[in-house]
């Protein structure tokens, strides 16, 4: 089955799962449509165009490698999510690119992300709760790392200002310690 039948099979499927809900004589004006919520306020903060630097570790005690790149991010699906394009070098000639989707779930009271590049083979799935009053998310995205080994990181955005966020990402060492294996320090374009 090509990927266009699987999708319009996705989409036959709501359709029937709309009139099990509501009926067959249900219209698109008597179905109750989802509406951005003030948690998603912290979505829209995020969207724009963001310099980036980035600095990876790959293992305690080594200097990170560092590099730059571009986000940008727009609030999509009517206001009810992030979608976020990232393009870098990991290291000089060596393109990066990534994207990730982000949405309030309001059953988990919690934010959802997934997030896939150009260095991983599968889909990262997170979680995050934010903190207004300490401007910070934090959560946990769980990954394949570069051997295929699924691997959970501890993960923490930071906004000091609203034109400049810092993401890290820490990883569990060989040691059974935690170490900052990334940070992503974002300056919003004017």
Do not use: N
């Not at 109750?32 to 963001?50: Q, R």
């Not at 790959?58 to 609030?75: H, N, R």
């Not at 990066?96 to 009271?109: E, L, M, Q, S």
């Not at 200002?161 to 900052?180: I, W």
Request: hydrophobic share 40%; with cysteine; glycine share 12%.
């Amino acid at each position: 089955m090509c990927f266009m039948q699987t999708v319009g099979s996705f989409v036959r499927l709501g359709v029937l799962a709309v009139v099990a809900a509501y009926g067959p004589a249900a219209g698109a004006q008597e179905i109750p449509m989802p509406k951005p919520g003030p948690e998603h306020d912290v979505l829209k903060a995020d969207a724009g165009t963001w310099d980036a630097t980035v600095e990876v570790t790959p293992a305690p005690g080594l200097q990170p490698m560092v590099s730059k790149g571009v986000e940008t991010s727009v609030v999509g699906c009517g206001g009810l999510c992030l979608i976020s394009d990232f393009k870098s070098e990991v290291m000089p000639g060596t393109p990066f690119h990534g994207h990730g989707i982000t949405v309030w779930d309001p059953a988990k009271k919690k934010y959802v992300g997934s997030w896939t590049d150009s260095m991983s083979t599968g889909l990262a799935i997170g979680e995050s709760t934010y903190d207004p009053a300490a401007k910070k998310a934090t959560g946990w995205m769980d990954a394949a790392d570069a051997s295929g080994q699924r691997v959970k990181a501890r993960m923490v955005v930071e906004y000091p200002t609203p034109a400049t966020r810092v993401m890290s990402s820490y990883m569990t060492g060989p040691d059974g310690k935690e170490f900052l294996s990334l940070k992503i320090s974002y300056t919003r374009r004017k």
